[in-house]
């Protein structure tokens, strides 16, 4: 299975069923929501990387809460395919300009859903972790084997270390707080203390100064860390 996960909000179950099942054939990991409300549930406990969002939903509107996820400073980065029967112009272009990264009229061919996902991962920040390799600074996490290296050389980590990693690699030069890179690397499950995130920074700079890398990883103060190529 991918490492993409994609969220599937469609309030009718038939529809979300059908491009589960679509999404799962081809490699992708998938969950769904019914709303707005289950949505952003299940977005707490795992960032999707990309968001397949059906207009027409109940309470909050898909093209509402496009535009209002295009605003927020946490998840206004992820991928977003409006899926609608409307298909009159205007309504294309009110979904193009709420942010959304494309617009899938229905009815669709399973192959040209695939493909508008595909192009639209790889125009974001998600191309290379769909590609399975994911390289910044010399820096190189490759997905499949859950393998890293710097300059050529393996690096071990551990299974936290590593997630860790592949985070800060796939959010280059955005800070987040403790109770954010928790939620993302650890799970909204789990009931951690956030002075854990410091101690696996701490390990994860020591291992990063044996190459002279120590530096990428950017305490912010008062608010978190910042994962950069660039000086602090």
């Known amino acids: ?97 709420v942010g959304a990264d494309d617009y899938v009229t229905k009815p669709f061919s399973p192959r040209e859903l695939i493909a508008r996902i595909r192009a639209v991962l790889r125009r974001s920040n998600r191309q290379a972790k769909l590609d399975g390799r994911i390289e910044i600074g010399g820096i190189l996490l490759e997905t499949d084997e859950h393998r890293v290296s710097i300059d050529e050389e393996s690096v071990n980590l551990s299974p936290t270390e590593y997630r860790l990693m592949e985070f800060f690699l796939t959010h280059p030069s955005k800070v987040y707080s403790r109770a954010q890179l928790l939620d993302q690397v650890w799970g909204r499950s789990a009931y951690i203390e956030e002075r854990t995130v410091d101690v696996h920074i701490r390990r994860l700079r020591k291992i990063l100064s044996e190459h002279n890398r120590e530096d990428m990883i950017q305490t912010v103060r008062g608010f978190g860390y910042r994962f950069s190529t660039r000086p602090d």
């Open 1 to 97: 299975m991918s490492d993409i996960n994609v969220l599937v909000v469609e309030d009718e179950e038939a529809i979300r069923e059908m491009l589960s099942l679509v999404l799962e054939q081809a490699d992708f990991a998938v969950y769904t929501a019914g709303d707005v409300q289950q949505a952003l549930t299940r977005m707490d406990e795992q960032e999707p990387d990309l968001i397949l969002l059906d207009w027409m939903l109940p309470g909050v509107s898909g093209v509402e809460w496009a535009r209002r996820l295009k605003k927020d400073e946490k998840y206004g980065d992820i991928p977003l395919i409006l899926v609608t029967a409307r298909g009159e112009e205007e309504d294309k272009i009110r979904g193009l300009d």
